[in-house]
């Protein structure tokens, strides 16, 4: 329960429910969506208000669900290779070993160690990495526009470095043949804001302030049924003797020509 809720207190779960129950009696979502009906809204960005600046993004994946996801994708696959490592093993000690099915086993059992080691590394960046929040002073956001940016990062770490990136990824989906088929690729990426060298202790969050400076060409957000162009905040930690992380939070860029109240 913990992990699924995590980095969300009780006050702000609570805000978080008189936010959307205000979207729906005053229609603020409607208006916008009429509008720009490619243009993802943005709502769900901006029903959490932030402490320090007027909204706080919300991470697109919650550490918690990345985690479980890994557990069950782990358990999954290697329970189904375990029943044929079992078989080749015994069939090594019993002085009939299958080469063949040995062989066959090889590829699956290292996928499977990759796995596990995969889901150590998101384990000790769940456990060992505390919440890391981002806020802004306005969304949406339109091209050549400026805000302000709040980052905080808790936990108890040694870090090489941290940064905030702003990133831009095209994604395209098409069929062939019979399989259907996602590509994605990033087309932008900036250095908004980075710091190094720096200790953060366990009740003391790192907090910086810097500006965003959304590019005066940029392409709008956008989302289709085969395409997306999807913008987003990355927070990027490089960790001393620890795994790396990193953790995005979404943002929509509306048209310049089509600068609203949120």
Known sequence: YRLLHWGKSA????????RRQQRDLFGT??????KFPSIPNGIDIINSPGIKLKYRLPIAKSPGWVLFGALLTCLFWNGIVSVFVVLAVRGHFDGRPDWFLTLFVVPFALVGIALIVYFVRQFL????VGPTLVEISDHPLHP???CQLFVSQSGRLT??????????????????????RTETREVYRQEVFRRENFEVRRG?????????DVPAGAMHSFRADHNEIAWKLIVQGDIARWPDYERPFPLVIRPANGRTQP
């Open 11 to 18: 006050e702000r779960r609570a805000a978080m429910l008189q």
């Open 29 to 34: 979502n409607g208006a916008a969506a009429r």
């Open 125 to 128: 960046v769940t456990t060992g």
């Open 144 to 146: 050549g526009q400026k």
């Open 159 to 180: 870090l090489n470095s941290i940064r905030v990136l702003l990133v831009c990824q095209e994604e395209a989906t098409y069929r062939q043949g019979t399989d259907t």
């Open 204 to 212: 003391l969050p790192f907090k910086a302030e810097c500006e965003l």
